[in-house]
C-alpha cells in the first residue's frame, strides 16, 4: 500500500506564497505521474498542476504564470504558489499514479488534502 501525505497548506492574504508538498510512502513503488487537485466548498474537484515521470507539466488556465509543480525526488513532490488570490481557497489534494511492486501495476492513490485560505 502507498500512502501520500500533503503539507504545507495555510491561511495567508492575497499575494502571499505558499508552498504545498505530497510525500509517497510505502514499499516497493515508483510513482509515474502527480497532480495536484483543488476543491472549493460547493464545487467539483478541479485538476491544478499535473507533472509526467519525464518532467513534463500541465497547469489549468487560472493558475498558469502563478503556479509550479515540481517533482523534489522520487517520493516528493511539491507545488509552489505565488501571488494568491482569494480564489484560490480550496481544499488542496495530491493524486499519483503509483507503480508497486506487489501488485504489478499502476493505480491511482490520493493524499487527505491541505487546506488553503487566502484573505482579501
Known amino acids: 500500500q502507498v500512502q501520500l501525505v500533503e503539507s504545507g497548506g495555510g491561511l495567508v492574504q492575497a499575494g502571499e506564497s505558499l508552498r504545498l508538498s505530497c510525500a509517497a510512502s510505502?514499499?516497493?513503488?515508483?510513482?509515474?505521474?502527480v497532480g495536484w487537485y483543488r476543491q472549493a466548498p460547493g464545487k467539483q474537484r478541479e485538476l491544478v498542476a499535473w507533472?509526467?515521470?519525464?518532467?513534463?507539466t500541465n497547469y489549468a488556465d487560472s493558475v498558469k504564470g502563478r503556479f509550479t509543480i515540481s517533482r523534489d525526488n522520487a517520493k516528493n513532490t511539491s507545488l509552489q504558489m505565488n501571488s494568491l488570490k482569494p480564489e484560490d481557497t480550496a481544499v488542496y489534494y495530491c493524486?499519483?499514479?503509483?507503480?508497486?511492486?506487489?501488485?504489478?501495476?499502476?493505480?491511482?492513490?490520493w493524499g487527505q488534502g491541505t487546506q488553503v485560505t487566502v484573505s482579501s
Open positions: 493524486n499519483a499514479e503509483v507503480f508497486t511492486l506487489a501488485t504489478g501495476g499502476v493505480a491511482g492513490y
Open positions: 510505502g514499499r516497493a513503488f515508483s510513482i509515474n505521474a
Open positions: 507533472i509526467a515521470s519525464g518532467g513534463s
